[in-house]
């Protein structure tokens, strides 16, 4: 662990101790410094220079290595570095270099194990700007390994030691790591600072409305005056308070009442409609039939004549692109469906879905922070499954992961083949009196991500098994879960970890219990709709808070949802796992 003082004892004792950092009786050692010389002429100054002088050459010439964004080369320098011969000093200049470089190359795992030295006991007597180097590289460190606690505590602690731009930027980073953290970890501390931070980040999520919003957070500056974040609220907050706090009154569903979506449709609506119920708000809510207007420039007319300050839908998809292909709307529009990845959108257009994409990349995310780093994928032909794979992938190795393969799910007479294919096993030695040793698969494959209807999936864990692969981890979207509770078919998918709906993990849901009541049609996979229209009813009067507070999290039947920059709901959603013929939910990542 890093060694801490408070900042103004931190402060006074730095001065003192960085001057003698540099004298050679210092047992310290000297920090390398930073010439004018290119990193080449470093290297052949150090060819020629004795052993102490020639570690500090090299790490300077690492450290300019690293600020020009070669990390080969930045590698290669650091690896003649022998670090056991270092000075405490230069020990946690080069551990602190490790740590850039591996956040660098996307790994935080290795950056966090940097810092692991006992050198940074002595980080304190050090001059304060490799202090804060190495503390707002450790800061960097937790949050890509998605430790934002950890992350917070270390800004905040380093924060009354900034000046200027930095400190502005360690200020809004601070309120950017507690907001997403979840109330369960928004408790007091020790450190008081600290402590104020996550009661302004609780006072903000426990507050539902906009106006209930910006009443919090005025509270809070009164009850916290002294408080850094209430001298200076963070832009986010900033926004939050000058938006006008106007009550959403007329809504517009624009669904298709007829036609090939109208039992999606129907549950949608319905959904929203008990939302609305449970929630006991004055909303006046009227419904349009997408499948009987003429254009959509005739709905808009008519809705803006009635008053409507915004519009939940359309549904379908190509009315979707047609609104996105425009460049201003009249209204307000949440879309219940997403237009293609790569158009852009008016800045009056919302789109929000079930989309694949989401759980594709929830997947990417689970897998890495379970440890896995090497995939293989099976997903359905055609343009959905690309569409799947696509967003797995991305996510994956923006991470760092290695996608190793990936194949379109098999006819299930050829299954057995293509599994063996992908993990490099045969089952030809399960023939009678062989006496070679079973097969076994791949060593370089670390989890299968999945993307399949019940009846696939039912196929693929079984073969897993024949094929010597039944040990191979498996992560898979939500569509394999049927929610039929039938054990016998739950069987078949033991041990398969997947994404899925609150809705459908939460059978005391009161207003799933509700809708079940009234509509037993809702029962089962169907709930995910049921869940999609209460959440649009979430998001109807929010979605300027989402714009003002980009960070928002607002914890919906659907899932976790969240705006993107390009105005798209992202939903992140919870955890659970085939056991003994059931599911079981797992522990969320943040608990």
């Known amino acids: 662990m890093m060694a801490r003082f408070r900042p103004l004892l931190f402060i006074c004792f730095a001065a003192l101790l960085s001057a003698c950092a540099s004298s050679p009786s210092s047992t310290l050692g000297e920090l390398p410094r930073t010439p004018q010389a290119s990193t080449q002429e470093l290297l052949k100054q150090a060819e020629a220079s004795d052993a102490s002088e020639a570690a500090l050459l090299r790490l300077s010439a690492a450290d300019k290595s690293l600020q020009q964004g070669n990390l080969s080369q930045t590698r290669q320098i650091l690896d003649q570095v022998q670090l056991d011969q270092l000075k405490p000093a230069q020990q946690v200049f080069a551990r602190t270099l490790e740590a850039e470089l591996a956040l660098a190359e996307q790994d935080p795992a290795r950056a966090l194990a940097a810092f692991e030295h006992p050198a940074f006991e002595r980080l304190a007597e050090l001059p304060v700007d490799q202090q804060l180097r190495s503390q707002i590289a450790r800061a960097k460190a937790f949050e890509a390994n998605d430790q934002l606690f950890e992350a917070a505590r270390e800004r905040t602690f380093i924060a009354p030691m900034l000046s200027g731009e930095q400190a502005t930027r360690n200020h809004e980073a601070i309120w950017a790591l507690v907001s997403k953290l979840p109330e369960g970890k928004l408790q007091p501390t020790d450190d008081s600072d600290l402590s104020g931070w996550l009661s302004l980040a609780m006072a903000v999520k426990q507050a539902g409305t906009l106006g209930q ?15 850094p974040a209430a001298r200076t609220l963070p832009e986010p907050l900033e926004k939050l308070r000058q938006l006008a706090d106007k009550p959403l009154s007329h809504v517009a569903l624009l669904l298709p009442m007829d036609g090939s979506l109208a039992n999606v449709a129907r549950a949608l609506r319905d959904g929203f409609l008990a939302a609305h119920l449970e929630a006991g708000d004055n909303l006046r809510i009227e419904l349009f039939d997408s499948t009987r207007i003429a254009s959509l420039d005739d709905f808009y007319r008519q809705a803006s004549a009635a008053g409507v300050e915004l519009v939940v839908g359309p549904l379908d998809k190509e009315l979707v692109r047609q609104l996105a292909a425009r460049d ?24 929000f879905g079930l989309a694949a994409e989401d759980e594709a990349r929830e997947v990417a995310r689970r897998a890495w922070a379970d440890g896995h780093r090497r995939a293989v994928a099976l997903t359905p032909r055609g343009d959905w499954g690309n569409r799947v794979l696509d967003a797995f992938r991305l996510q994956w190795q923006e991470q760092g992961g290695t996608l190793v393969a990936a194949e379109p799910l098999a006819e299930p007479i050829e299954l057995a083949n293509q599994i063996a294919d992908l993990l490099q096993v045969r089952s030809a030695s399960r023939a009678q009196g062989s006496n070679e040793a079973p097969p076994t698969r791949r060593q370089d494959v670390d989890f299968l991500f999945l993307a399949a209807t019940p009846q696939q999936a039912q196929q693929v864990k079984p073969t897993l098994v024949f094929q010597y692969a039944g040990d191979l981890p498996v992560y898979a979207t939500s569509h394999l879960h049927a929610a039929t509770n039938n054990r016998s078919q739950y069987l078949d998918l033991e041990g398969i970890r997947f994404a899925e709906t609150p809705w459908l993990l939460d059978p005391q849901l009161p207003l799933r219990q509700d809708i079940e009541r009234k509509w037993p049609q809702a029962q089962g996979s169907l709930g995910r709709l049921y869940a999609m229209g209460a959440d649009a009813y979430l998001l109807a009067p929010r979605l300027n808070q989402l714009l003002a507070l980009p960070e928002t999290e607002l914890q919906g039947l659907s899932g976790t949802l969240m705006l993107t920059p390009k105005q798209r709901i992202e939903r992140h959603l919870p955890w659970a796992e085939f056991r003994g013929g059931e599911v079981q939910r797992l522990q969320d990542e943040a608990d």
Do not use: K
């Not at 005025?218 to 009850?223: T, Y």
């Not at 201003?328 to 789109?351: E, I, K, R, V």
């Open 213 to 227: 919003q910006q009443r919090a957070v005025d509270a809070w500056v009164a009850q916290n005056p002294e408080h």
């Open 328 to 351: 201003a709307l009249p209204l307000t529009t949440l879309a219940l469906n997403y237009s293609d990845a790569d158009q852009t959108a008016p800045p009056q257009l919302f789109q």
